[in-house]
């Protein structure tokens, strides 16, 4: 949590905009699919780019955006974080609480976002410290965090919530929704977070491979341990938004998001091996898939169709980064570097 | 005599640009243990790779008992032809028991089931071959070292094969094991299998070698009865030649009075013996010792990356913190490890990362990085090293094994090193790479760093360092200037821990 205050109190944006090559680089697939999408939605409907549509579409992106770069962070160090559905529940929960008890929106806030973090942390120590598989750590987590949950509800919904609550995700400055711009923020954030500061480089190196990053001085454990912090801050947040939207406190809510966050990473480039991946690639991940939910929609397909697609889209995109990397090699090797 | 079992001809084998093998003649007669002599390097291990069909041949002729193999020649069709390997590293899996392990190509099985009182009694008629009683159904993850060696053996056995190949098999084992590994390998002699031994140790070929080749550089240097060669000929055969210009001339280099790396007491873990090294400023120091030796280990418990049992390891008479790199590298010292692929490079990330990531927090600001004060400190760095590359911005994972030493190197000379440790640094690295790897090493010292190299290749040792420490078994058997020792006195320190009277300081 520490660390994306820090980001904030910097303040100045980037002296140099990310360049086009970098942008797109690894991650282009992404973008070109997103671009091919929308340009496929906008002739085949006559509402998809009304703006209430568009709105709409950015709303039901955003929670998703915001968990896919936590997760990303992680999947970039070759962790994985399975808790973070379970999280958005938990954080969800807890702020729904602590207003029904009575308790100032900020503060019920913080104490939400530090819950996700809280249990980011426990995550990430006992990954780096107790050298526990991120997948089993993480998928206890998962149970535990989903099972407190209930506790904390006692499996109802909580409602109603305060006035003034819902207006965090359903309001609009300049007719823009909120939560488009929180999630435009985390991503500028967390784009500039990995390409710009040493904790960034830190994260591809420890993802590339750990033992190399920790003879070279880098300090893999305290990377790690941030990297699930951040990452259940995000969910954290996530959760927050998501109650704020629904104005409730809903005890299954964000179940299988876990998932929906792996395959926007994926779908935007990332690697499950690791030090592959950018926060722009999984915001557009994210996008891609909510937007064929939208588009799908408007078009009146049956959702079960949808999620054939999505699923077929994932394997595409790892199919396609394998065969990426296979002919890198095979580039590599063929004519032998001089030297 | 009988005729040759395997007959190798003319054999060639290149890696890339780099001769491995060149010209090799062999023959393999069933009934004989031929031994297989050559350093580090030597190709060794290619010839046997090529003899199981874990490499093709690029010309030349092999033939078993007659018979051409094929140049496109598999593992399974040189076991099929009977080739059998034991290597030192072993291979059983440890959590299958010894009967699985024994029987994994092809189980007794009915309609997919495996069929357990027939699996224990086939294995059981092995493990009789090598002389072992133990329950077949035992986990191999129990067995120690020498008996898994066994096991091993009697896999191998099982196919029948009419040639073993035994590569450096005592490494692991103590005096007794060893001793009855080589009883078994004698007794494997007389059912008329053709041995292949390959070892460092000299004592164990004339123990129970017929005939020995000695390869040096990928050629045939001798080849003979063992009879003819003494331990002095023989190493002879090994090591002559002339390679003193490849290495830069020494003197000329700072030099003080005080160490800048003091090591006192230091036991890394798994030792038994603690250790004490003195490295001036300017100063090379080698290390040497045989295979399992402690070097390696020692270097890394110097450079903190596992942390010792005890000791203390001071940088200009300041101590370091100890089992930590981090602290390390902020002291200033390096470690450039043996394994490149594994304990060095970030396969993922770009030249100039990989060079950067030691030095971020000198290169940042606040944990904000500069690019541009990024590519202005290593791009000179990497200039100076006159690095082969396209960009800078390349995946490292693009470049030879000599570059990416280089990109290791420009890691540490980007953070304000001061000591820097060695690891088979020509390991994998070709000829021409090797001597510009040499000058670099002379120059560093040259600038007043303190330098320690580890490395097997006994030439490479004595031209490019002034002192050479003999590790045996994880003590200090030796300290000799290099001027003062050649590649005999040092094995001999390093086999048996005497020196025979010359080049002991």
Redesign the interface.
């Known amino acids: 949590m520490a660390l994306v205050v ?1 980001e904030r109190d ?1 303040g100045d944006p980037p002296p ?1 905009i990310v360049g086009w090559r970098e942008a797109v680089g690894r991650e282009g697939g992404g973008l070109v699919v997103l671009v091919i999408l929308f340009g496929a939605l906008a002739l085949a409907t006559d509402s998809f780019l009304t703006s209430g549509n568009l709105a709409n579409l950015s709303r039901q992106w955003a929670v998703f955006g915001i968990i896919a770069i936590g997760e990303l962070l992680v999947i970039l160090t070759k962790g994985i974080d399975l808790s973070v559905g379970s999280v958005v529940g938990l954080s969800g929960a807890v702020v729904a609480q602590l207003l029904v008890a009575g308790f100032p929106v900020p503060v019920a806030v913080l104490c939400a976002a530090a819950a996700g973090a809280a249990v980011g942390v426990v995550n990430g120590v006992l990954v780096a410290y107790a050298k526990l598989p991120p997948f089993i750590v993480t998928l206890g987590m998962m149970g535990a965090a989903r099972g407190l949950v209930l506790v904390i509800t006692g499996a109802n919904t909580i409602q109603p919530l305060p006035d003034g609550f819902a207006s965090i995700a359903n309001d609009t400055v300049w007719g823009i929704p909120n939560l488009f711009l929180i999630t435009v923020v985390v991503i500028v954030l967390a784009g500039f977070l990995l390409r ?7 994260v ?2 420890t ?3 750990a ?9 893999v454990p305290r990377v790690l341990v941030t990297v699930y912090a951040l990452s259940g801050l995000l969910a954290g947040i996530g959760g927050i938004l998501l109650a704020s939207r629904l104005d409730a406190g809903v005890p299954t809510m964000g179940e299988t998001y876990e998932l929906d966050a792996i395959a926007a990473c994926v779908i935007g480039g990332a690697s499950l091996f ?3 991946g950018s926060a722009l690639g999984a915001a557009a991940g994210a996008l891609i898939t909510s937007t064929l939910n939208n588009g799908g929609n408007l078009l009146g397909i049956n959702s079960f169709y949808l999620r054939i697609a999505i699923g077929v889209l994932i394997l595409l995109a790892v199919a396609f980064d394998q065969l990426q990397g296979r002919l ?2 095979r580039a ?1 090797r063929t004519p ?4 | 005599m009988t005729a040759p079992l395997i007959r190798l001809a003319a054999l060639r084998k290149t890696f890339g640009g780099t001769v491995a093998l060149h010209d090799v003649d062999l023959e393999l007669r069933a009934g004989e243990v031929h031994c297989l002599a050559g350093e580090n390097g030597a190709g060794k291990s290619t010839l046997i790779r090529v003899l199981t069909g874990a490499v093709r041949r690029d010309a030349g002729e092999y033939r078993v008992d007659g018979a051409p193999m094929p140049v496109a020649l598999g593992p399974a069709a040189a076991r099929a032809a009977g080739i059998g390997a034991v290597y030192q590293e072993l291979s059983l899996l440890p959590d299958l028991s010894v009967a699985e392990n024994l029987l994994i190509g092809g189980l007794p099985a009915r309609g997919g089931v495996v069929d357990r009182r027939r699996l224990r009694a086939e294995a059981a008629r092995k493990l009789e071959r090598v002389g072992l009683g133990l329950d077949p159904l035992t986990p191999v993850r129990e067995l120690p070292a020498a008996t898994r060696q066994l096991v091993e053996i009697a896999r191998v056995l099982g196919d029948d094969p009419r040639v073993v190949i035994f590569d450096e098999p005592t490494t692991a084992l103590s005096g007794a094991e060893a001793q009855a590994l080589l009883r078994r390998i004698t007794a494997l002699r007389g059912e008329g299998v053709a041995v292949l031994y390959v070892s460092h140790r000299l004592e164990e070929m004339f123990e129970i070698g017929d005939r020995v080749t000695v390869l040096r550089d990928g050629t045939v240097t001798r080849t003979g009865a063992l009879g003819e060669f003494t331990e002095d000929s023989l190493i002879a055969a090994m090591v002559g030649r002339d390679v003193e210009e490849l290495y830069p001339a020494a003197g000329a280099r700072p030099e003080r009075a005080a160490p800048l790396l003091r090591v006192r007491g230091l036991r890394p873990r798994g030792s038994a013996h603690a250790v004490d090294l003195d490295v001036r400023a300017g100063e090379i120091v080698g290390v040497a010792g045989l295979l399992g030796a402690g070097r390696s280990e020692l270097l890394r418990a110097v450079f903190g990356a596992d942390p010792p049992v005890s000791g203390t390891v001071e940088v200009d008479g300041r101590r370091v913190p100890s089992g930590r790199p981090r602290e390390a590298v902020r002291a200033g010292i390096g470690l450039l490890s043996e394994d490149r692929k594994e304990l060095g490079l970030l396969p993922e990330l770009s030249i100039r990362e990989n060079v950067s990531v030691a030095s971020l927090l000198g290169i940042s600001s606040r944990g904000l990085l500069s690019r541009r004060r990024e590519a202005d400190r290593v791009d000179k760095v990497l200039d100076g090293l006159r690095l082969r590359a396209g960009s800078y911005d390349q995946p490292v994972s693009t470049l030879s094994g000599g570059n990416q030493q280089k990109v290791l190197l420009a890691r540490w000379l980007v953070t304000d090193v001061r000591v820097l440790l060695f690891d088979e640094p020509t390991k994998g690295v070709d000829v021409g790479a090797k001597a510009e790897l040499y000058t670099l090493i002379g120059d560093l010292a040259a600038r007043g760093l303190a330098i320690v190299v580890v490395s097997s290749y006994l030439p490479e040792l004595l031209g490019l360092v002034d002192r050479i420490v003999v590790l045996r078994r994880g003590a200090v058997v030796g300290d000799v200037p290099a001027a003062e020792a050649t590649e005999e006195s040092l094995l001999t320190l390093a086999s048996t821990g005497r020196s025979d009277g010359t080049g002991r300081s």
Request: charged share 20%.
């Open positions: 820090r910097l140099r710009r500061t040493v904790f960034g480089r830190y591809y190196a993802g590339s491979n033992e190399s990053a920790r003879l070279a001085g880098v300090p690791g030090a592959k890198s090699t590599a032998p570097a001089p030297g």
